[in-house]
């Protein structure tokens, strides 16, 4: 069985990432972005994260990029500042491997190094896959924003979840 390593964002990995994200872009609803990312785009994005001093990890197997994680501010106030928010992204063929579990496990734990105090996931209310995984983890449901978002010509209500770290 091959094993998923977890490890930390190299700027290389942003072409797969982008790859990743743009499937989700033009399939789901699990992001709410209507035009592609572009390389530069997400690279940009992910300086801005690193340099405030949030994690970015990505899970391969055999070497290859089949996930990544990572979360940075929720809101932008100081008094939020033990809060953040976090994405989980794993390619589409690769679900059902644990990529996932490994990618949120290691998520929670630097959380958790470095003294945050809660985590939020926004999610789709139509993606329940991902509500039942967070659920795994002991994210508990604390509001629905109804109609907050518009894509495919329908309404989009956003679900968002809570993991108290402490």
Do not use: C
């Amino acid at each position: 069985m091959t094993k998923t390593v977890i490890r930390p964002y190299r700027p290389e990995d942003v072409e797969p990432i982008v790859a990743i994200l743009n499937y989700y872009i033009a399939n789901s609803t699990a992001l709410y972005d209507y035009t592609p990312r572009t390389f530069e785009q997400q690279h940009a994005i992910f300086e801005d994260k690193l340099n405030k001093g949030f994690p970015i990890i990505v899970a391969t197997i055999d070497d290859r990029l089949v996930g990544f994680g990572y979360y940075s501010e929720f809101r932008f106030r100081e008094a939020y500042k033990f809060t953040v928010e976090h994405s989980v992204y794993v390619m589409p063929n690769e679900h059902g491997k644990g990529i996932g579990r490994h990618l949120m496990e290691s998520l929670i734990t630097l959380a958790k190094q470095q003294k945050l105090h809660t985590m939020i996931g926004v999610i789709d209310a139509e993606n329940t896959s991902s509500i039942v995984f967070h659920e795994q983890f002991g994210f508990k449901t604390v509001g629905t924003i109804r109609e907050s978002g518009y894509k495919f010509n329908r309404w989009l209500h956003s679900v968002f979840m809570q993991l108290i770290l402490e």
